[in-house]
């Protein structure tokens, strides 16, 4: 059966401004899994919740992940769907002791957070904003981030759950929900069990506008330097000293600035970005991310950071360095492209929605990048959220409702189509 005669009695904002209070913020130091205790606390909330709809098999692993299956009931054969969000929120911004406000009937004014009144938010600074007139928008109260990434897309896919097993005639195949740690930190899925999960194709619900949907991310890699320098005493050290701070300084200063930059870069541009540097006179090691498209094109900006590295060193003949490059994760246009349904639907999912699909690309990468490449083809579907990893972030309670309506309706769209 279809939906078009069953309203959804939305509950996603409710679930939103409670899973926002919990802290889950993710360390990139620990080597632990999750990265920080804490991500559990928010997974076993959403289990007993999960497990109070009469989702029976949900459960929190002992890595911090959640699973669970909403059984088919139709008789059709239907593909496997799996709908994911992380519970972390990013190490760039506390997120402790998150204060959510809800500004209803949004006018295009400022919107003034009031526990830190220097932080505005202002349509000039956020054009998605007008767009919004008339919306209910959720911020925090200035000090902390809000946690719309990813908590949107945790309390929206709950709420499509809730849905389901409130109106079991409108027809769906077996829907398998995964929530997972650590996605901010680039460990997402590191110890995600797909045999477990047991889904065919899969949608992370973690993108921004509504109406998106994105089949493309970047290809990233990883790029270590090590320079180990020349000590000295720093009061004899004329023609001996070669120090290996001042070197991963200068390696630093001669990047690119007008190109291949975070600040000079947009669109399909890729980049090489430092991401951290700490050293002495005797050993320096810089950190940094290389980012685009196609695996060719990141290969080129290896060598041109190689190259600025060697004409650095030629400066100093007694040190030595070391580059190595490592890989982080691959677009995953790649995979989708073989399986042109799942990313067609999605759009199907959208429109029926009553938004207009926006097929995007993505600046960045998603849990949908690894987990195409470990088998489970998945784009992303917007949750709305805006403003990520800051202070101003907002999300529209509209557009997370109409993220709700689209997964419900993509999970109807796979069950019609089998």
């Known amino acids: 059966m279809n939906m078009n005669n069953t309203p959804i009695q939305f509950t996603v904002l409710d679930r939103f401004l409670q899973y926002v209070q919990i802290d889950t913020q993710s360390d990139p130091n620990s080597t632990t899994c999750p990265s920080t205790a804490k991500q559990k606390n928010l997974g076993k909330l959403l289990v007993q919740q999960l497990l109070e709809m009469g989702v029976s098999d949900a459960h929190l692993d002992e890595f911090g992940y959640v699973y669970a299956t909403i059984p088919s009931n139709t008789n059709k054969n239907v593909p496997v769907i799996c709908f994911c969000s992380h519970m972390d929120t990013s190490p760039d911004c506390s997120g402790a002791g998150v204060k959510p406000m809800v500004h209803r009937n949004y006018q295009g004014q400022n919107l003034i957070l009031p526990d830190d009144p220097t932080q505005v938010i202002r349509m000039s600074d956020h ?49 398998k929900i995964l929530f997972t740690p650590d996605e901010e930190i680039g460990r997402g899925v590191n110890r995600v069990d797909l045999k477990k999960l047991g889904a065919d194709f899969a949608y992370t619900v973690d993108g921004e506008t509504s109406g998106s949907i994105e089949d493309e991310t970047f290809s990233a890699d990883g790029v270590e330097i090590k320079i180990h320098g020349v000590s000295a005493h720093p009061g004899f050290a004329k023609g001996k000293m070669e120090s290996a701070i001042k070197i991963a300084s200068e390696i630093v200063a001669s990047l690119p600035k007008e190109k291949r930059s975070p600040e000079s870069t947009e669109g399909k541009e890729g980049f090489i970005h430092p991401t951290a540097m700490k050293g002495t006179v005797e050993y320096a090691r810089i950190e940094f991310i290389v980012r685009d498209f196609t695996d060719e094109a990141l290969r080129v900006h ?54 207009v699909p926006k097929l995007q690309r993505i600046r960045g990468g998603t849990d949908g990048s690894r987990l195409s490449y470990m088998g489970l083809p998945c784009p992303n579907i917007f949750a709305g959220e805006h403003a990520f990893h800051s202070k101003q972030e907002w999300v ?19 069950e019609q189509h089998s």
């Open 302 to 355: 290896e060598h041109v950071l190689k190259s600025i590295t060697e004409t650095v060193m030629q400066k100093y003949p007694n040190a030595r360095f070391e580059f190595n490059v490592v890989e982080q994760y691959r677009n995953m246009k790649k995979i989708l492209d073989q399986h042109p349904k799942v990313v067609e639907f999605g759009r199907m999912a959208i429109e029926q929605a009553g938004l």
């Open 127 to 175: 054009p998605d904003l007008k767009a919004q007139i008339g919306h209910d928008i959720v911020t925090a109260r200035g000090t902390t981030l809000l946690g719309a990434d990813n908590k949107a897309g945790l309390a929206e896919i709950m709420d499509a759950a809730h849905f389901w097993m409130t109106h079991p005639e409108v027809s769906h195949g077996t829907i």
């Open 396 to 414: 529209s309670v509209q557009d997370m409702q109409k993220a709700v309506e689209t997964i419900i309706r993509l999970a109807l769209i796979w």
